[in-house]
């Protein structure tokens, strides 16, 4: 059974920092696309950053650049996504994605997997 895990979330003040993991188990994820995706209330799930299987190719949605970097371990499995200067409109419940069976890399109907979600909230 594949499971995607993920961690890491909390409350943390603004221009703090925090770091998602998102541990895959069942099967390996090494030649696949992974990503990262987030809802806020009352908000569709919108794409946050994507890394391809050689980590070479990173896009990321504008309102993150800069300050979020997606990066992979192939050997751990593991998908990490490292936020700093967080804002307060970065508060939601982010999302690990896994195994892009499409070409769109930023929409969330086109991955296989999901995991459970881990809740992000950025005070002021």
């Known amino acids: 059974q594949v499971q995607l895990v993920e961690s890491g979330g909390g409350l943390v003040q603004a221009g703090g920092s925090l770091r998602l993991s998102c541990a895959a188990s069942g099967r390996t994820f090494s030649g696949s696309v992974m990503a990262w995706f987030r809802q806020a209330p009352g908000k569709e799930r919108e794409f946050v950053a994507a890394i391809s299987w050689s980590g070479v190719s990173t896009p990321y949605t504008d309102s993150v650049k800069g300050r979020f970097t997606i990066s992979r371990d192939n050997a751990k499995n593991t998908v990490y996504l490292q936020m700093n200067s967080l804002k307060p409109e970065d508060t939601a419940v982010y999302y690990c994605?896994?195994?892009?069976?499409?070409?769109?890399?930023?929409?969330?109907?086109?991955?296989?997997?999901w995991g459970q979600g881990t809740q992000v909230t950025v005070s002021s």
């Open positions: 994605a896994a195994d892009l069976v499409g070409n769109n890399y930023a929409s969330s109907s086109q991955y296989a997997y």
